[in-house]
Nanobody, 126 residues
Framework: QVQLVESGGGLVQAGGSLRLACAASASTFSLYSMGWFRQAPGKEREFVAA????????HYADSVKGRFTISRDNAKNTVYLQMNSLKPEDTAIYYC???????????????????WGQGTQVTVSS
């Protein structure tokens, strides 16, 4: 069992930045591909970004490409999402997910993830 705990959400004005973090309990963290997803009220959970086990590969949704950066520190069992140039449409609950020994790249489907965090709210005001 892997526990994921997100942090770093909050209220920010449009154009601002936030850095989300997701800390994992697993000592085998480096065996998991990690992803960030988000869910706005009344909408389905959507893919935001993913990073491979080593951190050598990353993939982004078109809506965040060039503004968001995913990274990981395997020594700290943590994955990050740096969000710049935030827009009101980025407002959502952000979740991190862990996918064990992923073989399909990029892992954009939420149903393929094995573990999820509880989410952190990001609100961008106009």
């Amino acid at each position: 069992q892997v526990q994921l705990v997100e942090s770093g959400g909050g209220l920010v004005q449009a154009g601002g930045s936030l850095r989300l973090a997701c800390a994992a309990s697993a000592s085998t963290f480096s065996l998991y591909s990690m992803g960030w997803f988000r869910q706005a009220p009344g909408k389905e959970r959507e893919f935001v970004a993913a990073i491979s086990r080593s951190g050598g590969n990353s993939h982004y949704a078109d809506s965040v490409k060039g503004r968001f950066t995913i990274s990981r520190d395997n020594a700290k069992n943590t994955v990050y999402l740096q969000m710049n140039s935030l827009k009101p449409e980025d407002t959502a609950i952000y979740y991190c997910g862990a996918k064990f020994m992923n073989t399909i790249w990029p892992p954009v489907g939420a149903s393929g993830y094995d573990y999820w965090g509880q989410g952190t709210q990001v609100t961008v005001s106009s």
